[in-house]
C-alpha cells in the first residue's frame, strides 16, 4: 500500500519536468492522477505520457490562466472520479530581463499564469476538496509550486519573484483560512532551487542569446558552482518532497515552506 493509496490528484503543468516527475511518484504510491498541460489531447506527448504510465493516469487539456478550462478540469474529475484529495499547482513561466525593458504584457502574461493560475485552480476545487478532504487522515492538500525565486530575490527576474513571491504568501494565507474555518484542507507551497527542466534550458538559451554567456553549458557549471551541494536537482527529487506534503505523513503541515534547493538559501 502506498502513502497515496485510492486517493485522486491532479498536476498542472503535468507533462513535462517537475510537474511530471511529480505525478508520476503519485501513482507508484498508489493514487491516480489526473494530468493537466496546454497539448491537445490526441498530441504525441499525451500519448506517449498516458501510455508510459498506465491506467491510473488521465489527461486533460487546459489553460490555468482561464477560469472556463478550470471549470472543465473540474467536471472531468468529478465525473471521472467523483473526488479530489490533491492539488499540485505546478504550471508556470518565467521571465528575465531589466525592469526597465520589461513589457506590460510580458509581466501580465506570467503574473495570469504563475498567480492567477493557482488563485483559479484553488478557487474552483477547493470545494471538491472539502468534500473529499472529510474522508482521509489529514484531510486533503494543496501543494502549489512557488521557487526559491519567491524567498530571496535575483538580478534581472524580479517579474518572477514577485510572482513567485505571490504564490507563497497566497499559500499562507490559504492554511490560515481553512484552518480556522476547520475545513479538512492543507495548504503548502513547495520551493525548487534551480532544476534539471524545459523551462531552465529555455531560460539559459536565452541568457545566451542575450550575451551574458557562449552557451548553455556555461551557466549550468555556474549555477552548479553557487549550489553547495554542488549540482542541480533532478526533478524526482522534487517528487519525494511532494509525496510526503500530499499524504497522512503530514497532517500536521499547513501554511508550510518546503524549500528543496540544496542549500542555495542557506547561503
Known amino acids: ?16 519536468g517537475i510537474g511530471l516527475a511529480i ?29 508510459r504510465l498506465g491506467p491510473n493516469a488521465s489527461y486533460v487539456s487546459a489553460n490555468v490562466a482561464s477560469e472556463e478550462d478550470w471549470g472543465r478540469v473540474e467536471a472531468h474529475i468529478r465525473q471521472t472520479h467523483g473526488a479530489l484529495h490533491v ?3 505546478n504550471a508556470g513561466i518565467d521571465l528575465t530581463g ?58 534581472e527576474v524580479s517579474a518572477y519573484n514577485a510572482s513567485k513571491g505571490a504564490v507563497r504568501l497566497f499559500t499562507k494565507g490559504l492554511a490560515i483560512e481553512f ?37 548553455p553549458e556555461d551557466l549550468v557549471a555556474a549555477m552548479e558552482g553557487a549550489t553547495p551541494i554542488g549540482r542541480l536537482a533532478e526533478p524526482d527529487e522534487l517528487a519525494g518532497p511532494a509525496v510526503f506534503l500530499a499524504s497522512s505523513d503530514a497532517s500536521y503541515v499547513t501554511g508550510a515552506e518546503l524549500v528543496v534547493d540544496g542549500g542555495w538559501t542557506a547561503q
Open 23 to 51: 505525478g508520476t511518484r503519485f501513482l507508484g504510491e498508489g493514487a491516480k492522477v489526473v494530468f493537466s498541460d496546454l497539448d491537445a489531447p490526441d498530441s504525441p506527448a499525451v500519448r506517449e505520457v498516458l501510455e
Open 179 to 215: 484552518a480556522t474555518k476547520r475545513m479538512p484542507i492543507r495548504a503548502n507551497s513547495l520551493h525548487p532551487g534551480f532544476v534539471k527542466t524545459p523551462l531552465l534550458n529555455a531560460g539559459f538559451q536565452r541568457w545566451v542569446d542575450k550575451g551574458f554567456a557562449e552557451k
Open 98 to 155: 531589466a525592469v526597465e525593458t520589461l513589457e506590460l504584457a510580458a509581466w501580465r502574461k506570467i503574473m495570469a499564469i504563475n498567480v492567477d493560475g493557482v488563485f483559479l485552480g484553488v478557487k474552483t476545487l477547493v470545494p471538491l476538496m472539502a468534500q473529499s478532504g472529510a474522508g482521509v487522515a489529514g484531510g486533503a492538500s494543496i501543494i502549489n509550486v512557488s521557487s526559491i525565486m519567491g524567498l530571496v530575490g535575483y538580478s
Open 1 to 16: 500500500m502506498g502513502r497515496l493509496q485510492d486517493r485522486i490528484a491532479f498536476v498542472s503543468g503535468g507533462l513535462r
Open 87 to 89: 492539488l499540485v499547482n
